[in-house]
C-alpha cells in the first residue's frame, strides 16, 4: 500500500463516505430524504476511511451488536457493513488497510466476533473470514398454497403503519427474534437503515404483525413488485420474524392470502425449517435457494472458544496471521478453556474456525477437502462431537 492514509472519518466525511459505497455498487448517490435516517445511522468512532491525498478512496464501519453462540451466551458482535473502494483505486491495498484497521479497532473494543454480509465472497478469507451461517430463500406460488388442514390457526394479523415501524419492531424483535443461537441483536443504527432506506426508491414497505394470546408474536416486512409486463405481483419480504412456528404459519398464511399476488419470495429462512410440510401439495414452494447468512471473524479466540458450550474435549490449535496473539494450541471441554504446550488433535485457520463454530460444516467434511488438519480418523470423530450441535444456527439479519 503506498500514500494511502487509514483513519476514523469525521461526521463532515460521512456522506461522501455513504456515496462512495453506493456506487461501488453501482447506485446512485444518497437523496437528501434518504439521508435524514441513513445520516443517523452511523456509530460514533466506527466508520474508516482511507484517504489518498485529499480523496476518499475506501471506506468500511461497523456497528457493535451482539451475538448468541453455542450454549446460550451473548458475545460482543461488530457488525461490518458498507465496504467499499473507488473503481480507480482498487489493487492498492485500500481494501488490507480498512480491514486491518477496523480488526485492531474491534479486538480494542473488547468485540469477540466481525461479522459480515459478503456481496463478493471471493475477498473475505484473506482477511479471516469464514461463512458461518446459512439460509434458504424459499418462494411459494400463491395458486398452489392450500395449507395442511392439522397446521395451527391461532391469533390475528394487522398491518402496521410504516411510520410506526421504529417505534414497534425493534423492540418485538429483541423480545421474539433471539433466541436462536446465531442471532443477533440489531442496533438502532441498523433499524434506520433498513427500514429508512426505501424512502425515495419507488418501493413501500409493508408491515404485518401477527398477534396471539400472548400480545404480538410476529412480523412481517414486506414490498411488492409488479412485473413490467402484464400479471400480478411478487411478495418479497425482507424480514419474517416468528416466537413460534405458529406465528410464523400465520404470518405465511397472511401473506399468500393478499389479493393481486402470484408468489411470495421470502429472502431469509432457517435451513431446518419445514416450509413444504406446510402445504397439501408441496409443489406449491416454487423454489428454496440456499444461501450465505453470516461470514463470521473470530476476533478473539480464547474467549470465543470459551463462549460456547461443547460436545466434548479437544485440543485444537488455531492460527491466525492477521491477529497472532490469537495463534496457539488450545484444550477444550465444558469445564473451560486453556492454553496448552500440547500436539492438537485438530489444527486449522482462523477463517476455518469461523465455518467450524456455529456447525455450518463438520470437522471431517472439511478434512477430506484438506481445509483442515486432523491427528487421525478417531480425532476427527471426537471433534465432530465436540463442535456438534443440537439444532440449526441461523443469524436472518442482512446488514
Request: no cysteine; glycine share 10%; aromatic share 8%.
Amino acid at each position: 500500500m503506498t500514500d494511502v492514509e487509514i483513519r476514523t472519518l469525521a461526521d463532515d466525511d460521512l456522506r461522501t463516505a455513504q456515496n462512495l459505497f453506493m456506487r461501488s455498487l453501482h447506485r446512485p448517490p444518497t437523496t437528501d430524504e434518504q439521508w435524514e435516517l441513513v445520516g443517523q445511522s452511523f456509530e460514533p468512532g466506527r466508520t474508516w476511511g482511507a484517504f489518498a491525498g485529499d480523496v476518499l478512496a475506501g471506506t468500511a464501519l461497523s456497528w457493535g451488536s451482539r451475538l448468541r453462540v453455542p450454549g446460550g451466551q451473548l458475545r460482543g458482535l461488530a457488525a461490518v457493513t458498507r465496504v467499499g473502494v473507488r473503481a480507480d483505486h482498487r489493487r492498492r491495498g485500500v481494501l488490507t488497510g480498512l480491514m486491518r484497521a477496523q480488526l485492531a479497532e474491534v479486538a480494542a473494543r473488547g468485540e469477540v466476533f466481525a461479522g459480515l454480509r459478503a456481496t463478493e465472497p471471493v475477498i473475505y478469507g484473506r482477511f479471516g473470514y469464514g461463512v458461518s451461517t446459512r439460509l434458504h430463500t424459499v418462494t411459494v406460488a400463491r395458486d398452489r398454497a392450500v395449507f395442511h388442514p392439522d397446521l395451527p390457526a391461532t391469533g390475528e394479523v394487522r398491518l402496521l403503519d410504516t411510520d410506526r415501524a421504529l417505534e414497534v419492531l425493534p423492540g418485538l424483535y429483541e423480545r421474539i427474534g433471539r433466541a436462536r443461537v446465531g442471532s443477533m441483536s440489531r442496533p438502532d443504527a441498523l433499524w434506520r437503515t433498513s427500514l429508512g432506506w426505501p424512502i425515495g426508491t419507488g418501493r413501500d414497505p409493508r408491515i404485518a404483525v401477527h398477534t396471539g394470546p400472548d400480545g404480538d408474536e410476529g412480523y412481517a416486512v414486506f414490498t411488492a413488485r409488479r412485473p413490467d409486463g402484464p400479471g400480478n405481483a411478487t411478495l418479497e419480504v425482507d424480514d419474517l420474524v416468528g416466537s413460534s412456528p405458529a406465528a410464523v404459519v400465520a404470518l405465511w398464511r397472511f401473506l399468500l392470502s393478499i389479493d393481486l399476488v402470484d408468489e411470495v419470495k421470502v429472502l431469509s429462512r432457517p435451513v431446518d425449517e419445514p416450509v413444504e410440510a406446510m402445504f397439501v401439495d408441496q409443489r406449491a414452494v416454487r423454489e428454496v435457494v440456499p444461501m450465505n447468512d453470516l461470514w463470521l471473524r473470530v476476533v478473539d479466540v480464547p474467549e470465543a472458544l470459551a463462549a460456547r458450550s461443547w460436545g466434548g474435549p479437544l485440543t485444537l490449535e488455531v492460527r491466525d496471521a492477521l491477529l497472532p496473539d490469537n495463534t496457539g494450541v488450545y484444550r477444550v471441554s465444558e469445564s473451560g478453556v486453556e492454553r496448552v504446550d500440547a500436539e492438537p488433535e485438530l489444527s486449522v485457520d482462523v477463517d476455518v474456525l469461523a465455518q467450524l463454530y456455529f456447525g455450518r460444516w463438520s470437522v471431517s467434511a472439511l478434512a477430506g477437502v484438506n481445509r483442515l488438519r486432523v491427528a487421525n480418523s478417531e480425532a476427527a470423530a471426537r471433534a465432530d462431537a465436540a463442535f456438534a450441535l443440537p439444532a440449526t444456527a441461523w443469524t436472518g439479519t442482512f446488514f
